[in-house]
């Protein structure tokens, strides 16, 4: 069963506006929630991150907000911008050995 | 370049063939994570490293799989007999806590 899904396989936006990535998992372990972009043939590279004890979590142009009860989380990316065009992984793991279990991924497209 | 390091970027190989990977984790990091992803699919976990400690195996790790990591540094992936099945990239990661960072991977086609 997937534990963790992204029901969007795709999404584009306009540069400039905001670009918003959703994800729901069903595991109630889980404690910490990363967001990941991937180019293609390179490994996911590590965006942000938010433990389950806090609602939201703010770098920059990118916020994560979690909401435990729904379990569901967000990436919002704002402004948007040509270069985030990439397929975002949503993950989460707990326990000791902390592995990560992903997504399937979406592909945002952020038109110019 | 401090990140993790995984070699080599691409491996072609004949099915029945063994296969070996390396993997450069970030210096300070003592965890160490094997991953494989398919076309359309996020990365599923395959095994982890605690130093030199094996600690957990996916059911996806089936016998011909083995890994190691001798001196809690570098590690191996390596595949016997290999199947068409097994065409992936194989990713690394380190982390210190609950953040993992991975290396680029390494793209295996069995023909």
Not at chain 1, 39 to 45: I, K, L, W
Not at chain 1, 82 to 108: I, K, M
Not at chain 2, 101 to 111: A, D, E, I
Request: overall charge positive; some cysteine.
């Amino acid at each position: 069963d997937q534990q963790v899904k992204q029901n969007s396989p795709s999404l584009s936006v306009q540069e400039g506006r905001i670009s918003i990535l959703n994800c729901d998992y069903t595991n109630s372990m889980f404690d910490y929630f990363l967001w990941y972009k991937k180019y293609p043939a390179e490994g996911p590279t590590f965006l942000i991150s938010i433990s389950s004890i806090k609602d939201k979590n703010e770098d920059g142009r990118f916020t994560v907000f979690l909401n435990k009860s729904a379990k569901h989380l967000s990436l919002h990316i704002v402004p948007s911008q040509p270069g985030d065009s990439a397929v975002y992984f949503c993950a989460a793991n707990w326990g000791s050995a902390r592995q990560l279990t992903f997504g399937s991924g979406t592909q945002l497209t952020v038109l110019p | 370049d401090t990140g993790v390091s995984q070699n080599p970027r691409h491996k072609i190989t004949k099915r029945g063939q063994n296969v070996t990977f390396r993997c450069d984790p970030i210096s300070e990091h003592n965890r160490l994570y094997w991953y494989r992803q398919t076309l359309g699919q996020g990365p599923e976990f395959l095994t982890y490293f605690q130093n030199e400690a094996q600690l957990e195996k996916s059911r996806l790790l089936s016998d011909r799989f083995s890994a190691e990591r001798p001196k809690g540094s570098f590690s191996t992936l390596e595949i016997q007999r290999t199947e068409q099945g097994d065409s992936a990239m194989y990713l690394c990661a380190s982390s210190l806590n609950s953040e993992a960072f991975f290396g680029q991977g390494t793209r295996l086609t069995v023909v």
